[in-house]
Nanobody
Framework: QVQLVESGGGLVQAGGSLRLSCAAS????????MGWFRQAPGKEREFVAS???????????DYAESVKGRFTISRDNAKNTLYLQMNTLKFEDTAVYHC????????????WGQGTQVTVSS
């Protein structure tokens, strides 16, 4: 069974930075797709960023338009950890951030973390 645990959230001023981590336990293969999603109060969960395996040690990164140029997704397979570097944070980035993993390159995510709160003060 795969478990995902996020960390690194907190309170930060607008313009600041945070780095989220997602530690995976269980069998996470380097070919698994992984991503970050967020949910703000009263809103639907939305896609933030994802990594899709293409070839050995090569991944395709995809981002929501609202975070392009500010957020960077990465992974360390040796540590079974997914990261989200968030720079130039805005008030509207305030949300609970969840990481997710899927066994395939596309489609539904199979595993989800509980989330970590990110609060950006304006």
């Amino acid at each position: 069974q795969v478990q995902l645990v996020e960390s690194g959230g907190g309170l930060v001023q607008a313009g600041g930075s945070l780095r989220l981590s997602c530690a995976a336990s269980g069998r996470i293969f380097s070919t698994y797709g992984m991503g970050w999603f967020r949910q703000a109060p009263g809103k639907e969960r939305e896609f933030v960023a994802s990594l899709r395996w293409i070839a050995q040690n090569t991944y395709y990164a995809d981002y929501a338009e609202s975070v392009k140029g500010r957020f960077t997704i990465s992974r360390d397979n040796a540590k079974n950890t997914l990261y989200l570097q968030m720079n130039t944070l805005k008030f509207e980035d305030t949300a609970v951030y969840h990481c997710a993993a899927r066994r395939t390159a596309y489609g539904q995510y199979d595993y989800w973390g509980q989330g970590t709160q990110v609060t950006v003060s304006s």
